[in-house]
């Protein structure tokens, strides 16, 4: 699903963030993605959603090169992908039920089709019966979820989180990563970034650990977890 390729992000400003980082997530597979504040966690997924461009190195999305996505199509490639991130980024003066259905106005899909979508996503992260409130009035777990909803609706095959749990306590940390594992479990590709150690821990799955800027961990080629 994703493939990187002795990738190099240096940012304007002199700053290297990412130096030669090599992995493969296969498709279908859920792994975490760990390390130090500043290890290069969020400018690997920022490379993947071509929020930002490598310096060097290839990025394989779905077998395509990314780098030959021109910037008028990154929409349509950004299509492909879930993001999740931990402020959610829900838009405050609209209800939940609009929320979770702008990536499908975006996309054009229908205005017989939107209802049924949004509907069969609140579904799926338990929030049915909250489609007409504001985000204010939901709990900071119930908001995740929301971004959640927004970033499944459109059926991408890759969900990409960013400290998803980073604001919420164990428990509700421990519910949303078992609803990205609910995900996982009917096909969806899943690469999450977390510095929550103890819960990754418990989610048995494979763990790429970066260090400035660098991976000093790779779980995905160990053999302990092939299938
Ligand atoms: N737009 C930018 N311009 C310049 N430097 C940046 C930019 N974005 C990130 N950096 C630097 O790149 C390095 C890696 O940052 P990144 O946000 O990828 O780390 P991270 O592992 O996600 O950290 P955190 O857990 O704190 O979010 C940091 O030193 C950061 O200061």
Redesign the pocket.
């Known amino acids: 699903m994703i493939e990187f390729h002795q990738v190099f992000?240096r940012?304007?400003?002199g700053?290297?963030?990412?130096k030669g980082v090599s992995f493969e997530l296969p498709a279908g597979e859920m792994a975490f993605l760990t390390?130090?504040?500043?290890?290069?966690?969020?400018?690997?997924?920022?490379l993947i959603a071509l929020m930002?461009r490598p310096t060097r190195g290839q990025v394989i999305l779905d077998g395509q090169n990314i780098s030959k996505v021109k910037d008028r199509h990154i929409p349509y490639h950004r299509r492909k992908i879930g993001m999740i991130f931990q402020d959610h980024r829900l838009l405050f003066d609209r209800t939940v039920f609009d929320n979770v259905a702008l990536p499908l106005i975006i996309a054009g899909v229908s205005d017989r089709e939107i209802p049924k979508r949004v509907r069969a996503a609140l579904d799926k992260v338990g929030l049915l019966s909250k489609e007409k409130q504001l985000p204010i009035q939901l709990s900071g777990g119930e908001q995740q979820r929301v971004g959640i909803a927004r970033a499944v609706v459109n059926k991408p095959p890759l969900l990409l989180a960013?400290?998803p749990t980073g604001n919420l306590d164990p428990e509700l940390s421990a519910d949303i990563m078992n609803l990205f594992a609910e995900f996982n479990q009917v096909g969806v590709s899943v690469l999450i970034?977390s510095?929550d150690l103890a819960l990754i821990a418990r989610m048995r799955h494979p763990v790429i650990t970066?260090k400035e800027?660098r991976t000093i961990r790779n779980e995905l080629a160990e053999a302990a977890f092939d299938e």
């Open positions: 992000k940012y304007e400003g700053h290297e963030a990412l390390g130090h504040s500043g290890a290069g966690k969020s400018t690997l997924l920022k930002e960013d400290e970034a510095h970066l800027g």
